[in-house]
């Protein structure tokens, strides 16, 4: 039976309201299948059995006459060698069923009791595979390189010696029931024998291995004369010192003296060497003398004799060995990592000292010019297009003067005061943006615009400003005619009309804006338009053009309502495309009585300010323009008793005294105690250009009756 497909949901209907496609079947369990032997693994086996054998009845050559541990066992760091070339490979349980029937028929052979032979190699599997699990977690990088790589750390070699005497501990006390069982009694001398000569084997056997590894696979990668390079041209009279002079000195001086004590002036030679040659040529360097001391102390030769007992002499020679050895890879591997972070350094200015050029050129080739000064105020950077923009030279010292500012005024000509300066606001943790100044520069005939931004730099970094100046007068220029002609698009002077006194105020906040304002004069009174595009600028003064425009081509101008659904509906696209609203106020006053028909798309800010004080808010009676096309206009009225002022005006009054409905209330003040609309108009110019800057354009119109 095929099972179907796993649903989560409620199950599918029969009949026609089935799916027609077929199912999709569950992806199948991705099934790991373990990689069988081959022939390599068989081959790598094979060899080290071999040479483990080898090793082994070497050890078993220097069993002392009525003794039953050797007094050296190479196989120990054999073993361990072993296992870490079989990391990660298949059957890893044949390596130590290989390793301690290897070691058990050595034994037999060589004249050990069945009992020794058994349980000596389940100790040496033991100690092999407890050093191997060491390697395996804590020096992960030597153990998944299968014997290609060396120890490169400190931190390594101390794991690495834990492994070897954990191993050889923990496998010492089966050596011991061994002995027990074959007739012996307790005793800890050989297990002590057992313990150092194995942690001794393992220290050098393992690192010699692995160096020797790891220069097999270089070689591979290497060509011949980089091989032969590393014999003969780095410090080639030190590896003649440490590798030939080193073990004849030992030789001569086990021969020639006897006492203990003036064997270890020798460690000497490690220590230089150590310091000298790289890691493998160290390891070479403690193996060869190691083996040399050990060997002279078996044969009798050396300071070690005088001991009492041939296993006393062999052990202390080999705790010598094993000193001599970790002296000698600790202060290699110490200098290796030295070396390593040597270069990172080295690496790492060079990459430093790279960017900063590449920041250097950037800086000095921008088309801004750029300022820095750190937190007490003096200039620690300034390229040459800042100098160029505010001196006419390219270049300038650095350093605590100003002089740099001198020649910057307001636009209007007048001193600019020095705490008004863009880095100095900064510093005082303002954030300046396009503040136009004129800079003078000696020589140059006009003077230029050239606008500052200045950001303060955070404390955590040192603090100080950042300024980037841009010359803008072609800009403004192109600003300042744009600006002549939405100019000349307003109404250019007032309307006679009986009764009434108009006025009206524009001010962008830029060159140009996107507030507008209009009035026609019809045979029964008058029409005011004012209108708010959304946003500022060139764009916003295009749109305000083009909606005055529309409002110009409309017929039937007493019906406010009307025209400004049709305007809307022709500028429909326009406004879709552009991504723009248009808030409008418009209304047709009659100048026989006062009443008021007016229409607000969403404007909402107008007001009528009878001659008592008293004042009223005329509503909006719809959306702005460019929000929701289609439904029709409607309008709503509203009368001006003799005295009474209407006032209308842009969003941007509002915004520039706090945004709130509450903030009428101060226009209604400031335009109290005026007489003529031109006076009431210019009080809330006034009242707004108090604060300090304009973020939306500003426009006014008002309408006084006469008393």
């Known amino acids: 039976m095929t099972a179907g497909p796993q649903t989560t949901g409620a199950p599918t209907p029969p009949g026609p309201l089935a799916p027609t496609t077929p199912p999709v079947p569950p992806t199948p369990p991705r099934v790991v299948r373990r990689r069988r032997p081959g022939v390599r693994d068989v081959r790598l086996v094979v060899a080290y059995a071999a040479l483990y054998a080898a090793a082994c009845f070497f050890g078993r050559s220097t069993v002392v006459e009525g003794g039953t541990v050797s007094l050296v066992w190479p196989a120990a760091g054999v073993s361990v060698l072993w296992l870490v070339a079989r990391a990660q490979r298949p059957w890893p349980w044949l390596d130590a069923v290989v390793l301690a029937a290897v070691t058990a028929v050595v034994v037999r052979l060589t004249g050990g009791s069945g009992t020794v032979a058994v349980l000596g190699g389940v100790a040496a599997t033991v100690q092999a595979l407890a050093g191997a699990v060491v390697l395996a977690r804590w020096v992960p990088e030597v153990w998944a390189a299968r014997g290609t790589r060396q120890l490169r750390r400190v931190t390594d070699l101390w794991w690495f010696v834990l492994g070897a ?54 070689r591979r990668a290497r060509g011949t004369h980089e091989r032969l390079a590393w014999w003969t041209e780095d410090h080639g009279a030190a590896y003649l010192a440490a590798l030939v002079l080193a073990p004849l000195l030992y030789l001569l001086w086990f021969v020639g003296l006897s006492e203990i004590a003036v064997v270890f002036p020798l460690i000497g030679l490690t220590v230089w060497a150590g310091s000298r ?100 105020g003096r200039v620690v950077v300034r390229n040459p297009r800042a100098s160029l923009l505010l001196t006419g030279t390219p270049h300038l010292p650095l350093g605590d003067s100003t002089s740099d500012l001198d020649g910057l005024t307001r636009l209007d000509g007048s001193p600019l005061p020095p705490d008004e300066l863009p880095f100095r606001r900064a510093l005082s943790g303002e954030e300046v943006e396009d503040q136009d100044l004129l800079v003078r520069v000696p020589g140059s005939p006009e003077p230029r615009i050239v606008t500052f931004s200045a950001r303060p730099i955070p404390v955590a970094s040192g603090g100080g400003v950042v300024t980037v100046l841009r010359d803008v007068t072609a800009e403004r220029t192109e600003l300042r005619r744009a600006a002549q002609v939405q100019a000349s698009l307003l109404p250019s002077r007032g309307l006679d009309v009986p009764g009434f006194d108009l ?157 709130s409905m509450r903030d009428l209330d101060r226009v209604q003040d400031a335009i109290r105690g005026t007489d003529t609309a031109d006076e009431a108009a210019q009080a809330v110019v006034s009242l707004v250009q108090d604060t300090r800057h304009l973020d939306d354009d500003l426009t006014v119109v008002t309408l006084r009756r006469a008393a």
């Open 165 to 218: 005497v954990g191993g050889s501990v923990v496998s010492a006390p089966v050596v011991t029931l061994a002995l027990r069982l074959d007739g012996g009694t307790w005793a800890w001398q050989p297990a002590v024998l057992w313990a150092v000569r194995n942690t001794v084997a393992v220290l050098g056997v393992v690192t010699m291995g692995l160096a020797l590894g790891a220069w097999w696979r270089g």
């Open 277 to 376: 040659l790289p890691t493998p040529s160290v390891v070479l360097h403690t193996l060869v003398c190691g083996t040399l001391v050990i060997q002279l102390t078996l044969a009798g030769i050396g300071p070690f004799v005088d001991l009492p007992g041939v296993a006393a002499q062999v052990v202390i020679a080999q705790l010598y060995v094993g000193l001599v050895t970790l002296i000698g890879l600790a202060l290699a591997l110490a200098r290796d990592e030295r070396a390593v972070l040597v270069a990172e350094l080295a690496a790492a200015r060079d990459r430093a000292v790279a960017q900063a050029a590449l920041l250097g050129t950037v800086v000095d080739t921008m088309s801004e010019g750029l300022r820095v000064v750190d937190a007490r």
């Open 503 to 659: 006025a009206a105020r524009f001010v962008p906040a830029g060159s140009v804006g996107g507030d507008f304002y209009d009035w026609e004069l019809v045979p029964d009174g008058l029409v005011l338009t004012l209108a708010d595009v959304m946003g500022k600028g060139p764009a916003a003064a295009i749109l305000a053009a083009t909606t005055r425009s529309v409002l110009h081509a409309q017929i039937g101008l007493h019906d406010v309502a009307g025209t400004l659904s049709a305007t809307e509906l022709a500028m429909d696209a326009d406004l879709v495309n552009a991504g723009a609203f248009v808030t409008m106020f418009r209304a047709f006053v009659d100048s026989s009585d006062g009443s008021i028909q007016y229409t607000d798309a969403g404007h909402g800010l107008s007001l009528i300010i009878g001659q008592d004080g008293t004042s009223r808010r005329l509503g909006a009676t719809g959306l702005p323009l460019g929000i929701a096309t289609g439904p029709a206009r409607t309008s709503a009225r509203d009368r001006l008793a003799p005295g009474d002022l209407l006032v209308t005006f842009s969003d941007g009054v509002l915004d520039a005294l706090g945004g």
